[in-house]
């Protein structure tokens, strides 16, 4: 189906949703301003309105919210947010892709281009923003997915909700649970700042170009961090630690964090948790309770 034209004036309550752009769009404007997709920034463009629409309402954006997108690429999904939200703030790294978005808001959403902000940054740079995010929704690179959402996490505490899509199988690594599987270093950290559920999937054939795998969309709402004398990153090198051999036990993984595999093992029992314990069994209040017991003098 084609998509409306850009030139369909604003959604009033009761019409036709507002235009977005399609597969034919999404190349027509890269050719336009020279773009090919690259591996390397993990370009994977959102070419599919359905998709757009499910993500956006999965998201659960109020219309008073203010949304941080990272790597808003061609504009797709930002049409939509800006549809969803008050305003929308997106950091993009590519200088080309940067330049065009303005002009793709004012062509697609004239109504909504003071609504709009544009930083031009690495994402894993940025700590500062023109406006203040309370919802993060973004297509993230594959590579970089991870490190970029705690990274927000941490500098942007205003930031309450969101819903990220990433590869398949890291929504599953941020979302697992102890006891599973795929738990892991994305997991427990991911649970300091908030809770991550899996959202849905996403094929593969709703993006140009087509990645070879599926991708997976995480939701999270931030929640208080354990009440603990240490500090985040006292118990990130526990959890650091713990899961660089993940076949040890506990007491024998945090024996060079520790010191020795005998405060190691004083630190567990301190903190209630079993020495031959695995690190994929425990939460993040227990990591926490780890690096409290390991901060505190021996009496």
């Not at 999965?58 to 930002?78: C, K, Y």
Request: hydrophobic share 45%.
């Amino acid at each position: 189906m084609t998509e409306p034209s850009p030139s369909a004036p604003e959604s009033l309550p009761g019409a036709a949703p507002a235009p977005l752009m399609g597969a034919s769009d999404i190349r027509r404007l890269a050719e336009e301003i020279g773009v090919r997709p690259t591996k390397t920034l993990g370009q994977n463009f959102v070419i599919d309105g359905n998709t757009i629409r499910r993500i956006v309402n999965t998201a659960d954006i109020r219309a008073d919210e203010t949304v941080l997108e990272v790597g808003p690429g061609l504009g797709s999904l930002t049409l939509g947010l800006l549809d969803a939200a008050r305003s929308v703030v997106a950091v993009e790294i590519d200088p080309v892709l940067a330049g065009r978005l303005p002009a793709t808001v004012g062509q697609w959403r004239p109504h909504a281009v003071g609504n709009f902000h544009l930083v031009l940054a690495d994402a894993m740079r940025v700590t500062e923003l023109p406006v203040e995010p309370t919802a993060l929704v973004a297509n993230l690179p594959y590579n970089v997915a991870v490190p970029v959402v705690l990274h927000l996490l941490q500098h942007f505490p205003s930031l309450q909700h969101g819903l990220v899509m990433v590869q398949d199988e890291v929504a599953d690594r941020l979302a697992a649970g102890p006891g599973s599987k795929t738990y892991g270093v994305p997991s427990v950290k991911a649970a300091w700042y908030s809770s991550m559920r899996k959202a849905g999937v996403i094929g593969m054939n709703v993006f140009w170009p087509a990645p070879k795998i599926h991708s997976g969309l995480v939701a999270f709402t931030r929640r208080e961090p354990p009440v603990t004398t240490a500090t985040r990153e006292q118990v990130f090198a526990v959890i650091d630690a713990a899961f660089a051999q993940r076949r040890k036990t506990l007491r024998a993984a945090l024996a060079g964090w520790a010191g020795s595999a005998a405060e190691a093992e004083r630190c567990l029992r301190a903190a209630g948790i079993d020495p031959t314990a695995r690190g994929e069994v425990i939460d993040i209040a227990a990591f926490a309770r780890i690096a409290e017991a390991h901060e505190q003098p021996v009496a």
